[in-house]
């Protein structure tokens, strides 16, 4: 048995390090989830979490 050499790492670049946080780009983000966070608050309802008052 022989053992191939271990592909070359390297790493990539960190997007959230590269692109500045602006104010436009967290509000389109926001936006951007909408959907994501409707569809996780029907699930928790419907496993029985507790309502917020």
Do not use: F, W
């Amino acid at each position: 048995m022989t053992q191939n050499a271990p592909e070359e790492r390297r790493l990539r670049e960190n997007q959230i390090i590269t692109e500045p946080a602006t104010v436009d780009h967290c509000q389109a983000d926001y936006r951007r989830g909408a959907a994501d966070r409707a569809t996780a608050h029907k699930k928790m309802r419907r496993a029985g979490a507790p309502r917020r008052s």
